[in-house]
T-cell receptor, first 115, second 114 residues
Framework: DQQVKQNSPSLSVQEGRISILNCDYT??????FLWYKKYPAEGPTFLIS?????DKNEDGRFTVFLNKSAKHLSLHIVPSQPGDSAVYFC??????????????FGKGTRLSVIA | ETGVTQTPRHLVMGMTNKKSLKCEQH?????MYWYKQSAKKPLELMFV???????ENNSVPSRFSPECPNSSHLFLHLHTLQPEDSALYLC?????????????FGNGTRLTVT
């Protein structure tokens, strides 16, 4: 059973517009969330994270929003640029006595930014 | 050399072969990981090493055997694999396993089992 779900396999957005990538999770114990970005033939790279004590974290063009009651987070990219075209993975972990659990990843959403 | 380096980038092996994947990190991190990415599936954690000690084994079949001789190097020894083991194998490292330190991934080894 998937604990982290990215229900949109792909998304196309016009350059300059906002890209919104969504992620849902089922484990209410998750308290730390991350987004990774992956270009073809490269490994995923860390983009932005958010702790469950916050509902928003912003870093330049990238903002992550967390809605704990809905078990939903989203990544906003504005303005979108062609170089943002990649696969975006949502990941989550839960706190336990021995530290956080390993990250659980979603399947990814392929973003295409059209010039 | 920077970051996390994986070799080889591509590997084709028969079901009776024995091969090894290598990972090296130059970031001074203490934790190293093996992940598997199969088509249309999420990244799956296989193994975690923290300060050279294995801390997680995510129910991985024994035909996959990890080795971590030091904090900078991680190997995945492969033997008698099945065609369904064909996937992208990603190595990652992080500063610390206990705390929420982001993972740094290598570019992966694309494995094909024939």
């Amino acid at each position: 059973d998937q604990q982290v779900k990215q229900n949109s396999p792909s998304l196309s957005v016009q350059e300059g517009r906002i890209s919104i990538l969504n992620c849902d999770y089922t484990n209410s114990m998750f308290d730390y969330f991350l987004w990774y970005k992956k270009y073809p033939a490269e490994g995923p790279t860390f983009l932005i994270s958010i702790s469950s004590i916050k509902d928003k974290n912003e870093d330049g063009r990238f903002t992550v929003f967390l809605n704990k009651s809905a078990k939903h987070l989203s990544l906003h990219i504005v303005p979108s640029q062609p170089g943002d075209s990649a696969v975006y993975f949502c990941a989550a972990s839960a706190l336990r006595n021995s530290g956080n659990t390993p990250l659980v990843f979603g399947k990814g959403t392929r973003l295409s930014v059209i010039a | 050399e920077t970051g996390v380096t994986q070799t080889p980038r591509h590997l084709v092996m028969g079901m009776t072969n024995k091969k090894s994947l290598k990972c090296e990190q130059h970031l001074g991190h203490n934790a190293m990981y093996w992940y598997k990415q199969s088509a249309k599936k999420p990244l799956e954690l296989m193994f975690v090493y923290n300060f050279k000690e294995q801390t997680e084994n995510n129910s991985v079949p024994s035909r996959f055997s990890p080795e971590c001789p030091n904090s900078s190097h991680l190997f995945l020894h492969l033997h008698t694999l099945q065609p369904e083991d064909s996937a992208l194998y990603l190595c990652a490292s992080s500063q610390d396993y206990i705390l929420n330190s982001p993972l740094h991934f290598g570019n992966g080894t694309r494995l094909t089992v024939t």
